[in-house]
């Protein structure tokens, strides 16, 4: 299934990129939508970044806390959501790859163990 337009705005959000870059990233999408494996790998991540960003929502709505301090019985709200973040941060990272995109100061880039440098 190729990418429509609402998946290109879902890498807008999820890029957290400027509104303008949808040109950007439709030029992107083209080139994506050619290789039916990279668009499948790329829309698992953008439902993977969905399914994220709702649990870290519904997690950061809830009344329980996280053990901080285990001497002390310390909680503290939002504790528990710091895993699903990096989570999130990393399937960013890896949608950027896929899509070509750079984010921030840095570009993506592959490396053979599948690991992202800044250059």
């Not at 709702?54 to 901080?68: D, G, H, P, R, Y």
């Not at 301090?69 to 949608?95: C, F, H, I, N």
Request: aromatic share 6%.
């Amino acid at each position: 299934m190729p990418l429509v337009l609402s998946d290109e705005y879902r890498v807008i959000k999820h890029l957290k990129l400027a509104p303008s870059k949808i040109g950007e990233v439709h030029e992107k999408a083209e080139i994506v939508n050619r290789s039916e494996l990279l668009c499948q790998m790329v829309l698992t991540v953008l439902e993977k970044l969905d399914e994220l960003e709702e649990a870290i929502a519904t997690e950061q709505s809830s009344t329980s806390f996280a053990l901080t301090k285990a001497d002390v019985v310390e909680w503290a709200p939002g504790q528990r959501t710091s895993g699903m973040e990096q989570l999130k941060l990393a399937k960013a990272y890896e949608l950027a790859q896929y899509m070509d995109i750079p984010i921030g100061r840095h570009r993506a880039i592959h490396t053979s163990s599948m690991e992202f440098q800044a250059y």
